[in-house]
């Protein structure tokens, strides 16, 4: 089983940057595809990212598209840049790993890690 640990949230004006980091324990970190959703008060969890277990193929939200950028390591790392961000990127941002699922449902992922929360203010 991979225990996830994200990093990276925090404030941020409008228009500015944040990478986050996941970081996971666990020998079979790298036959995982991992996922980066998103929560905001009173929503429901959203996907935002997801890549492949090889790194080589990776799928966004249109919403994110062309400003967020999700990418993996060899040393267990998995991270989420973001550009351009906007007030309404205010979420609590979890990673999530999958051994079997690659693709834009939580469901399908069955390691999460606790969240970090990014606040963009104007």
């Known amino acids: 089983q991979v225990q996830l640990v994200e990093s990276g949230g925090g404030l941020v004006q409008a228009g500015g940057s944040l990478r986050l980091s996941c970081t996971a324990s666990g020998r079979t970190f790298g036959s995982y595809a991992m996922g980066w959703f998103r929560q905001a008060p009173g929503k429901e969890r959203e996907f935002v990212a997801t890549i492949s277990w090889s790194g080589g193929n990776t799928d966004y939200a249109n919403s994110v598209k062309g400003r967020f950028t999700i990418s993996r390591d060899n040393a267990k790392n998995t991270y989420l840049q973001m550009n351009s961000l906007k007030p309404e990127d205010t979420a609590v941002y979890y990673c999530?790993?999958?051994?079997?699922?690659?693709?834009?449902?939580?469901?399908?992922?069955?390691?999460w890690g606790q969240g970090t929360q990014v606040t963009v203010y104007s």
């Open positions: 999530a790993g999958s051994p079997v699922y690659y693709g834009d449902y939580a469901g399908g992922y069955n390691a």
